[in-house]
């Protein structure tokens, strides 16, 4: 399932991470949840990571993306069962939820190349707002992240050195003996299994922020974005039948199963309106039944949800093309301004300008293709 974040979007990124525990992450019999978090959160936290380290996971480079500005994510489940892998950002989101769900209050950390996680070992998840005992000390560090994300790294690193929160480098419970840089801080201490003990994932942690030279981009307080700002979970489950919806149509539309196909992207639009790709395939439809006016209506509609959406630009393009005369001149302004969004979308603009294809006249939807072959399409 492919999970999309936009890194312009920082506090939707505390959507990815899940409030329940994962269906395949037990913690052991003998781990007394309910005790620990009273007595001894750090142990609690060892517990979770120990756990996952367990797990065999592998690290993992973030999947191919050639839209600059959008990072994959993947979920529990795939990072659990089905793929066993994940990126530094995968592993710090699922780390947060898991600690979450146990009561936890974790800080999602996201600095320039890379990601960790926090997790306050004096404050449990029900004094998100203030402590029982009534010292300040959890309004204090509350107030750090209340309004937006924290981005001062001296303030973080404060937190950090105070001892309120424990810095936990989470790609240490993944395997990974090579893939690694060994002069960063994820990369040292590995063991002969490619893991880091839970010591040496805190020590790293603390390096992340000290001395590996990465600037903070932002931190989240998790309690703050679901409890106070209110920001919703990723719904799974939406997706994944959204996704089925327009894969079901795309296989239709091939099989020149117009209605059929028109009543899948409908599907999908009602279940998602916010997202451009029920518009982008509706574009596609009206375009295979020759109406490019519709078409055109189609994915400015599309656009208009998401303005970097580069399926949507290039396709875009494309009916500007066909459509000839003055469009042409549109298409070719559309093509300069884009040239930044996506890696695919530059290959392609630059065959239609080494064809001159936004001077000639072009006749038909396979003479362009055969020029320029459109950009698949990934799922």
Not at 165 to 183: A, Y
Not at 255 to 283: G, T
Not at 303 to 315: D, E, I, R, T
Request: glycine letters at 4%.
């Amino acid at each position: 399932m492919v999970l999309r974040w936009s890194k312009f979007n920082e506090v939707g990124l505390a959507g990815f991470v899940v409030r329940e525990l994962p269906a395949s992450f037990k913690l052991p019999s003998t781990v007394n949840r309910l005790e620990l978090i009273h007595w001894d959160k750090y142990q609690l936290v060892k517990e979770i990571y120990n756990t996952l380290m367990k797990k065999n996971i592998k690290y993992a480079l973030e999947p191919f993306n050639s839209e600059r500005n959008i990072q994959m994510i993947r979920t529990s489940q795939e990072i659990l069962e089905t793929l066993n892998e994940g990126t530094c950002l995968d592993l710090a989101i699922l780390f947060c939820g898991i600690c979450y769900a146990c009561d936890l209050i974790p800080l999602l950390i996201v600095l320039n190349g890379h990601a960790l996680a926090a997790v306050s070992i004096r404050h449990e998840r029900k004094e998100w707002w203030k402590n029982s005992s009534g010292d300040g000390e959890r309004e204090k560090e509350r107030k750090l992240f209340e309004q937006e994300p924290l981005r001062n790294h001296q303030q973080l690193t404060e937190l950090i050195d105070s001892g309120n929160f424990m810095p936990i480098e989470c790609t240490g419970f993944s395997s990974s003996p090579t893939v690694l840089p060994e002069d960063k801080p994820e990369g040292i201490g590995r063991t002969t299994e490619g893991f880091l003990s839970f010591e040496r994932a805190i020590e790293a942690g603390k390096e992340q922020l000290n001395t590996s030279g990465r600037k903070l981009r932002f931190a989240l307080d998790i309690s703050i974005t679901h409890e106070y700002w209110k920001i919703p979970n990723q719904d799974l489950n939406l997706i994944s039948t959204v996704n089925q919806c327009l894969k079901e149509g795309c296989k239709l539309l091939k099989n020149k199963k117009f209605e059929e196909a028109e009543a899948k992207f409908e599907e999908a639009q009602k279940l998602e309106s916010k997202s451009p790709e029920p518009w982008y395939w509706k574009a596609q439809l009206a375009l295979a039944k020759n109406n490019k006016t519709v078409a055109l209506a189609y994915i400015n509609r599309a656009l208009k949800l998401n303005p970097n959406y580069w399926y949507g630009l290039a396709l875009k393009i494309k009916l500007l093309l066909l459509m000839g005369g003055n469009y042409r001149k549109e298409a070719r302004n559309i093509a300069e301004q884009s040239h930044q969004i996506s890696d695919e979308l530059v290959s392609w603009l630059d065959c239609l300008k080494q064809n001159n294809c936004f001077n000639s006249i072009i006749i038909t939807d396979s003479e362009l293709e055969e020029k320029c072959p459109f950009p698949t399409y990934s799922w």
